[in-house]
Structure formats: C-alpha cells, structure tokens
C-alpha cells in the first residue's frame, strides 16, 4: 500500500534536547511539506521541498532544520532553539504541478505527538 | 496575503440533521479549495476540493461548491452519522503558492 509513515508517534524532549521527527512516502511524490498543529489554531508550514536536495523555510522555520537526501525521506528536528515545541507535527507529500494550476492533492501522514518532559 | 475563515465550532448537532460548516477565503487570483477530515489522533485525510469558480467538489455525502462571487467553499451534508464526528478543515492553495493555507479548523460532534 501507498502512503506517508511518520515516527515515533510519540516523542518526548528533555530541556536542550534536539529530537528528530520521521517521515518516509512511497507514493513516489517529488513534494514534500512538514506543519504543525496547535489546538485551535489549525495548522502552520515549518518547512517544504520540492525536489531533492532542495527545501524551503515555510512560515514558522525558526527552531527546527530540515534534509532531503532522498525523495522518500523528509526528516524533521526540532532544535533546542524552538522554546515551544510541544505540539502534533503532520507530514504530506504530493507531486509537484506542472503548468499554471497546482492542483495536486497533499497526502498526509498519522502524525508525532511531541511533548517536553 | 491568502487566508482562509472558518465558522468557529464547536458544532453539535443530531444524528441525521443537516450540516454546514461555513468556509470564506482571500487570495488573489484563483485558488484550489479544499476540505479536509481529521478523527481524534489521526493525520489529515482529504475530503473534497474545487480547481475552478462554479466546480462543485463532493465524497460521502458531503459537499461544497467553490463560489467566486462570495469568495465562499462552504461545507454542507444533509444528514450526518454519528461517525462523522472530527475536525474539519478548509484549505486553499494559491497560484503562487506550494504548501496549503489552513483555517482553523471546526470541531463537529453528532449524537445518537
């Protein structure tokens, strides 16, 4: 079966820790995207990338790194920097549009729970 | 820049009563439109979306029709089960835009 896996599905920081999220896609897909959501307020774009070995700083970057070594793979780690990161962090993918529109669909992954201890 | 306004929630209604959930978006040009489901500890599944002004996007039961005029992709159903209890999401996608933009969100619960 196609889809996105993501793990752990719990994940627990100490202070000054960094952790790193997982996020593997066998759909084949060049696009790839990390969000996280806080209760009430949706879902906000960490990071993204559209082809390997490129990626692109989304709205709230600031605390977390990213790499595309592989088109399957999109990891995420949440640095020491980020003083807030206890929230579920959703991985997607979708292909990439070609012409005007960008129409494409984004899949998403179950999701990782972070919580600091 | 683009953004996307959803009625807030949270929404209960009985078993077989008619849902809308109201969505209104501003972006420039014409975006895609989404809705997306999301049970209790899941990821994002999506439900149904629009390309274009007048597209009506629908799947189980569920539909929404994208109008320009009203800058509007309101969710409608006529009569909910017990299992569509979730948080529903709208979405867009710009035309310049890669990732998706979020309302956020509208928590619905049916009982039996």
């Known amino acids: 079966d196609g889809g996105i896996t993501q793990s752990p599905k719990y994940l627990f920081r100490k202070e000054g820790q960094n952790v790193t999220l997982s996020c593997e896609q066998n759909l084949n897909h060049d696009a790839m995207y990390w969000y996280r959501q806080d209760p009430g307020q949706g879902l906000r774009l960490i990071y993204y990338?559209?082809?390997?070995?490129?990626?692109q700083k989304g709205d709230i970057a600031e605390g977390y790194s990213v790499s595309r070594e592989k088109k399957e793979s999109f990891p995420l780690t949440v640095t020491s920097a980020q003083k807030n990161p206890t929230a579920f962090y959703l991985c997607?993918?979708?292909?990439?549009?070609?012409?005007?529109?960008?129409?494409?669909?984004?899949?998403f992954g179950p999701g990782t729970r972070l919580l600091v201890l | 820049g683009d953004s996307v306004t959803q009625m807030e929630g949270p929404v209960t209604l009985s078993e077989e009563a008619f849902l809308t959930i109201n969505c209104t978006y501003t972006?420039?040009?014409?975006?895609?439109l989404f809705w997306y489901v999301q049970y209790p500890g899941e990821g994002l599944q999506l439900l149904l979306k629009a390309t274009k002004a007048d597209d009506k996007g629908s799947n189980k039961g569920f539909e929404a029709t994208y109008r320009k005029e009203t800058t509007s992709f309101h969710l409608e159903k006529g009569s909910v089960q017990v299992s569509d209890s979730a948080v529903y999401f709208c979405a867009l996608r710009g035309q310049a835009g890669t990732a998706l933009i979020f309302g956020k969100g509208t928590t619905l619960s049916v009982s039996s």
């Open positions: 972006a420039t040009g014409y975006p895609s």
């Open positions: 990338s559209q082809i390997v070995n490129d990626f």
């Open positions: 997607a993918s979708s292909e990439t549009g070609r012409g005007g529109r960008r129409t494409e669909t984004q899949y």
